[in-house]
C-alpha cells in the first residue's frame, strides 16, 4: 500500500538554525516524490520534486531509497519559511498521496 | 492565465442535504483531482479525473462522486451529508494524468450542521 508518513505536526526552530522537515513513505515500486508548501493564505503549491533535484528557496531533498525517506532540508531557516508542508508520493495509477502535513514555526 | 477556480468558496449545509462543488481547471490541463482537507486527516485523495474518466479513486464512501466535462470543468457531489463531511475540498488540475505539478485551487469550505 501507498503511504507517506510526517512524523511531526508541528516543528519550531529560531531564525538561522538548520530545519529539516521529515517524510518517510511506504510503496514497492518507483515512487515519484515531491514537496508541496502553503503559506498562510495562500494556494498550496509545489516547493521541489525529487527527479528535478533543484534547490528552491533554499530547501533540498534527496530520495534515500534504502530508508525511504525523502526529508527536506535548509541549512538556514527564514521567518517567511514558516508555512505548512506537505510530501506527497505518486505511485500507482498516478494518483498522488499526501502525508499529514508538518507545520514549520520560524521564530525570529 | 488564470488559476484553479472553485465555486463555491464556503457553503453550509444541514445533515442529509446533498452538495456539489464546481471546479475549473487552468486552460489546457486536461486532468482534474480532488481533495478532502480536514485538520485531523491532512489531505485525503478523493478521486481523479482525466479526459471525462475518473482514473483514480479514494476510499470515500459512494455518497461522494465526481464527474468532468468536456470543458474540463469538474463536480463532485456529496449526497446524504454527515457532520463528518465538514471540511476544505481542494481541487487541482494539471496537465498531464499520470505525473507533473499539481496546481491547486483556494478551496470550497463546507460546514454540516
Known amino acids: 500500500a501507498q503511504r507517506v508518513t510526517q512524523p511531526e505536526k508541528l516543528l519550531s526552530v529560531f531564525k538561522g538554525a538548520p530545519v529539516e522537515l521529515k517524510c518517510n513513505y511506504s510503496y514497492s515500486g518507483s515512487p515519484e516524490l515531491f514537496w508541496y508548501v502553503q503559506y498562510s493564505r495562500q494556494r498550496l503549491q509545489l516547493l521541489l520534486r525529487h527527479i528535478s533535484r533543484e534547490s528552491i528557496k533554499g530547501f533540498t531533498a534527496d530520495l534515500n531509497k534504502g530508508e525511504t525517506s525523502f526529508h527536506l532540508k535548509k541549512p538556514f531557516a527564514q521567518e517567511e519559511d514558516s508555512a505548512m508542508y506537505y510530501c506527497a508520493l505518486r505511485g500507482e495509477g498516478g494518483k498522488l498521496i499526501f502525508g499529514q502535513g508538518t507545520e514549520l514555526s520560524v521564530k525570529p | 492565465k488564470a488559476g484553479v477556480t472553485q465555486t463555491p468558496r464556503y457553503l453550509i449545509k444541514t445533515r442529509g442535504q446533498q452538495v456539489t462543488l464546481s471546479c475549473s481547471p487552468i486552460s489546457g490541463h486536461r486532468s482534474v483531482s480532488w481533495y478532502q482537507q480536514t485538520p485531523g486527516q491532512g489531505l485525503q485523495f478523493l478521486f481523479e479525473y482525466f479526459s471525462e474518466t475518473q482514473r483514480n479513486k479514494g476510499n470515500f464512501p459512494g455518497r461522494f462522486s465526481g464527474r468532468q466535462f468536456s470543458n474540463s470543468r469538474s463536480e463532485m457531489n456529496v449526497s446524504t451529508l454527515e457532520l463528518g463531511d465538514s471540511a476544505l475540498y481542494l481541487c487541482?488540475?494539471?496537465?498531464?494524468?499520470?505525473?507533473?505539478?499539481?496546481?491547486f485551487g483556494e478551496g470550497s469550505r463546507l460546514t454540516v450542521l
Open positions: 487541482a488540475s494539471s496537465l498531464r494524468q499520470d505525473g507533473g505539478e499539481l496546481f
